[in-house]
């Protein structure tokens, strides 16, 4: 997909987010014609920006698995 819009947060909104700030959170346009919000995964959030290439990534939470970004290769 392609990044829509971002945003870098860097005020955690619990405790339990403390050790993950800075961290991106995006809208993403996914190539099959859905837009969908989720953190963008690496180590320079504040380098992301509108228009860059992402691909889906799945991160094991406990029970669940959630689906995250990261910059596609190649990209910026």
Do not use: C, K
């Not at 870098?8 to 969908?36: H, I, K, N, T």
């Not at 919000?37 to 290439?53: K, T």
């Not at 029970?63 to 910059?71: D, I, S, Y």
């Amino acid at each position: 997909g392609r990044i829509h819009t971002v945003t870098v947060v860097y005020r955690a909104p619990s405790p339990a987010f403390r050790s993950d700030v800075p961290y991106a959170l995006a809208l993403v346009d996914l190539d099959e014609g859905f837009r969908m919000m989720a953190n963008v995964l690496g180590p320079d959030p504040e380098g992301l920006a509108i228009g860059d290439r992402v691909r889906v990534v799945f991160e094991p939470r406990g029970e669940v698995t959630v689906p995250q970004f990261e910059r596609s290769p190649g990209s910026p």
